[in-house]
């Protein structure tokens, strides 16, 4: 080898050399560095171990966060229902468009048609003298299906309309038609309580004076002037016909203890209804609803026998309806007691009116007959019974 390729080689060799120097002294600083590196981490990491961890949450960037999540979410359904609806707008739109289209060309399909016949028609005439019959007939047929097949989509979209509301229309009028039968009483007894209950203007029944003993009819009757009540009473009745007699007037209710009859000395016990369906066929179904409005000496009359007997009104008092005992009184004169339901509407209480006799004289009055019915009575008489008690006593057989 000259000294010129001795040069040239050695050059090289000295360069490759200085090359794998340098990357060796590259990898030692790298690994210096990354052993101090990790170094570093490492005693961080234990600081962090050691150190005691604290959160504090601004309230106030939670506030923030909060309304902004809030806002988000608004805006996405907003946005949302909006696109939905408009949508739905448009697919309906769509829809009629496409309905209206279809007509349109039917319409101008029928009348191209119905052109068509007529210019062949007048051909025709005009060389052939005939025409084709069948085909208007067809022509006919095919606008009678156009107007049926309209006439039918109009009613199936109308139908479609009132078909989800029906049920609900049903459903109400049934709850108000099952409502108005079981409690119509509760709307037209206050009603009645200051009408006229009985057949009588109220202008003929007046207050008489009560120093007059009258001779009147032989009938029975009950006469309350401020109430305008003028009633036939049905006396010496069992208790078991004490309801069907309220069908027709007042009842004389008797029970052991309490079985006067007018002028006697005891008490007389007069029962009648104060509310009924307004659907119920009995004419006294509301004779004593005014009850309540009678005040102490307000008068009562009573015709029996040809004789009008003449009460003033003393007390009232409301019991319960199986405190039958409240009638057994101890008197020394002629009592009266006029016994009805109360509230009016219900049969939840009784409400008692009692009166004494003040005409005629008490003189020579007669105590009242002991008297022990056949039936017991375990309670005060009511009123007829309801919708659903009717039904229930149908059924129950009672």
């Given at each position: 080898m000259d000294a010129k390729d001795g040069g040239q080689t050695s050059d090289l060799q000295r360069q490759a050399a200085s090359a794998?120097?340098?990357?060796?002294?590259?990898?030692?600083?790298?690994?210096?560095?990354?052993?101090?590196?990790?170094?570093?981490?490492?005693?961080?990491?234990?600081?962090?171990?050691?150190?005691?961890?604290?959160?504090?949450?601004?309230?106030?960037?939670?506030?923030?966060?909060?309304?902004?999540?809030?806002?988000?979410?608004?805006k996405y359904y907003s946005d949302y229902y909006s696109k939905a609806a408009q949508d739905y707008i448009a697919k309906e739109r769509l829809k009629d468009a496409r309905e209206k289209a279809e007509e349109e060309e039917i319409l101008s399909s029928l009348t191209r048609s119905s052109a068509k016949i007529d210019s062949e028609s007048g051909l025709s005439l005009?060389?052939?003298?005939?025409?084709?019959?069948?085909?208007?007939?067809?022509?006919?047929?095919?606008?009678?299906?156009?107007?049926?097949?309209?006439?039918a989509t109009e009613s199936a979209k109308k139908t479609h309309r009132k078909r989800h509301l029906m049920p609900i229309v049903a459903g109400v009028a049934v709850v108000l038609l099952i409502l108005f039968l079981q409690y119509n009483r509760l709307i037209f007894a206050p009603i009645m309580a200051y009408v006229s209950p009985g057949?009588?203007?109220?202008?003929?029944?007046?207050?008489?004076?009560?120093?007059?003993?009258?001779?009147?009819?032989?009938?029975?009757?009950?006469?309350?002037?401020?109430?305008?009540?003028?009633?036939?009473?049905?006396?010496?009745?069992?208790?078991?016909?004490?309801?069907s007699a309220m069908n027709n007037g007042v009842a004389h209710y008797r029970i052991a203890g309490a079985s006067a009859y007018p002028g006697e000395i005891g008490n007389l016990v007069i029962t009648g209804h104060s509310a009924g369906d307004v659907y119920s066929s009995n004419p006294y179904k509301y004779i004593f609803s005014g009850l309540e409005r009678l005040e102490d000496g307000d008068l009562i009359y009573i015709n029996y026998n040809s004789i009008r007997y003449t009460y003033r009104v003393i007390k009232k008092e409301v019991v319960e309806p199986s405190n039958v005992a409240s009638l057994v009184v101890d008197t020394d004169k002629p009592l009266l007691t006029l016994v009805t339901c109360t509230p009016l509407g219900t049969s939840r209480y009784r409400l008692l009116v009692t009166a004494e006799q003040i005409s005629p004289s008490l003189e020579g009055a007669e105590e009242a007959e002991q008297y022990t019915p056949t039936d017991n009575s375990e309670s005060l008489p009511s009123n007829e019974p309801s919708f659903f008690e009717g039904i229930w006593n149908f059924l129950t057989g009672n």
């Open positions: 794998i120097a340098r990357k060796k002294v590259l990898a030692a600083y790298a690994g210096a560095a990354k052993k101090a590196a990790d170094a570093a981490a490492s005693k961080n990491n234990s600081r962090l171990k050691d150190a005691s961890v604290t959160s504090k949450i601004n309230s106030e960037s939670w506030k923030k966060y909060h309304s902004a999540w809030q806002n988000y979410y608004q005009g060389t052939n003298m005939e025409y084709d019959a069948e085909a208007h007939e067809n022509s006919i047929k095919d606008k009678l299906r156009f107007k049926i097949r309209k006439k057949n009588a203007p109220a202008s003929e029944i007046e207050a008489i004076d009560p120093t007059i003993t009258q001779t009147v009819s032989a009938d029975p009757r009950l006469i309350i002037p401020k109430l305008n009540v003028d009633v036939p009473i049905h006396f010496g009745i069992q208790l078991s016909e004490v309801m």
